[in-house]
């Protein structure tokens, strides 16, 4: 939940940013968080335009590493805005809100030591964690299965994959996979990942049509970004 408390306490500090969800607050924290994360998610424009305007160019970096870190890094907040926050964020570099290198850099070393946290806290309790069924299983099960067809390469792969993107390092901890190994997949994959979609936010983030329809854009790179997930449940069960 620490993403969720970050995402929450950001957008509850900053009274420009919702003040009836703040009014919403005081009588359901709980709701209110909940409801100002979803809202995060799918209105990414104009929530990170006001957290920049808030907080300054700095400190926005440090949230947006945050969320990154917990994305990748935490097996428990597998629904957070990955893909998706990285087009936002190309987007307001364009617009010189953000500095394309700078911007870039700091997701890169989040999503690298995300993957990192994940593969050794799977390495270290990960067997445990998963006897407790703290997790779930069938996200679990689809992330082994697509080892099985990718092997190694899943690394890399599933950073455009959602939830398998959580769980991919987490499991290559829990298996047989080296640390020297997973480490040179992992760095790829993140520069990969980090680097595509934030150029793509970059060159056509700033489109009318894109300006003007952001959260069916979001949801449609949402939508596209799980159909591989989509194809494997199908797939199985057949």
């Known amino acids: 939940m620490l993403a969720l408390a970050v ?4 957008l509850l500090w900053g009274s420009a940013l919702s003040p009836s969800a703040l009014a919403a607050g005081r009588d359901s924290t709980s709701v209110t968080l909940v409801q100002q994360c979803i809202s995060f998610m799918l209105h990414l424009d104009k929530h990170l335009m006001a957290i920049i305007s808030k907080f300054g160019e700095q400190k926005t970096y440090g949230l947006l590493a945050a969320i990154v870190f917990c994305e990748t890094g935490l097996v428990v907040t597998p629904f957070l805005p990955g893909d998706s926050l990285l087009f936002a964020c190309g987007t307001f570099a364009a617009l010189g809100s953000l500095k394309l290198q700078t911007v870039i850099l700091v997701l890169l070393v989040a999503a690298v030591a995300g993957d990192a946290v994940n593969y050794c806290v799977g390495q270290w309790v990960g067997r445990r964690i998963l006897a407790s069924g703290l997790i779930s299983s069938k996200n679990i099960e689809k992330t082994e299965r697509f080892y099985g067809k990718h092997g190694p390469k899943t690394i890399v792969l599933a950073r455009f994959v959602p939830i398998v993107r959580t769980f991919a390092p987490f499991v290559a901890g829990v298996g047989s996979m080296e640390w020297r ?14 680097t595509s979609f934030t150029l793509l936010g970059f060159f056509f983030g700033n489109l009318p049509f894109v300006q003007h329809n952001f ?14 997930v989509v194809y494997e449940v199908m797939t199985t069960t057949k």
């Not at 995402?7 to 950001?10: K, L, S």
């Open 7 to 10: 995402i929450g306490a950001t």
């Open 181 to 194: 190994e997973f480490s040179i997949y992992n760095v790829v994959g993140a520069i990969a990942w980090t």
């Open 215 to 228: 959260t069916l854009v979001v949801l449609g790179i949402v939508a596209i970004s799980v159909l591989p």
